[in-house]
């Protein structure tokens, strides 16, 4: 009802959503709303080892069925930038073939696959084996992964504090981005000193150049969602209704 009532399009779904409601009843809500379901979130745990990977890959079609079913396109993740025993080239290899699996396991359903790079270095400090953090990174995934649906999610806090330029959003296209994550980065603080948790509303601050971040997807025509994700303490503590109304002003 806030989604609908200020204004969004669409709105993030999941499986525990579906096993709530049914698949019936939440396709009428999302319809009497003129929601779109914009995304969800991928539900095989791909990080760890592998029997919890075979597990979820067997049940992974039944979530693609769902998803395919109320029109949600668009499964959206984020990678660790750093293990703590694989080195790169290993880890690389690993994610490689469990992303490749993931892709033809949706692939018959339309499903596509978003991978979000964490930019911070305060993330990599310290840790026995830096991993992907920017966008050549994720390139690199995608062309050794070889699928058409799998992708970006593009996060603007991780373009700046990767030390990500325009020059490497003109690397990108819309077929490229499966979702897109806008927020800002804190006042007074260093980009090698950002901290991933701690963000703040698209534009609030301004230390992210989103009018740059922004007019790339322009230029693309991106045709995803745009998500707010700005980890404020501040917003979580606003009366809901309230916080919907500063995430569309700060969207618009």
Request: charged share 25%; aromatic share 8%; glycine share 8%.
């Amino acid at each position: 009802k806030l989604a609908a009532a200020y204004g969004f399009q669409g709105i993030d779904v999941s499986m525990a959503h579906v096993k709530e409601l049914g698949l019936p009843r939440l396709s009428r809500l999302l319809e009497s709303h003129k929601l779109v379901a914009s995304n969800t979130g991928m539900p095989v745990n791909f990080r760890e080892d592998d029997d919890k990977f075979e597990e979820g890959l067997a049940a992974l079609p039944e979530f693609c069925r769902a998803m395919s079913e109320l029109g949600c396109t668009r499964v959206l993740t984020w990678l660790l930038p750093y293990h703590e025993t694989l080195p790169y080239e290993a880890n690389f290899e690993r994610l490689r073939s469990r992303t490749l699996r993931l892709c033809e396991a949706m692939e018959p359903y339309g499903l596509r696959y978003g991978l979000e790079f964490v930019g911070p270095a305060t993330m990599r400090a310290g840790k026995p084996y830096p991993f992907i953090y920017n966008i050549d990174g994720i390139l690199d995934l995608i062309q050794a992964v070889g699928k058409a649906n799998l992708g970006f999610l593009l996060d603007c806090f991780h373009w700046y504090t990767s030390g990500g330029t325009a020059e490497d959003l003109d690397k990108l296209s819309d077929p490229l981005i499966v979702g897109v994550h806008v927020n800002d980065a804190r006042a007074g603080v260093s980009r090698e000193a950002q901290i991933d948790n701690q963000r703040a509303m698209p534009g609030e601050t301004g230390v992210v150049d989103i009018a740059t971040f922004m007019r790339a997807l322009d230029r693309m025509a991106y045709s995803g969602p745009i998500i707010v994700e700005p980890f404020s303490q501040r917003l979580r503590e606003l009366p809901p209704e309230q916080a919907v109304a500063e995430t569309v002003k700060s969207l618009d």
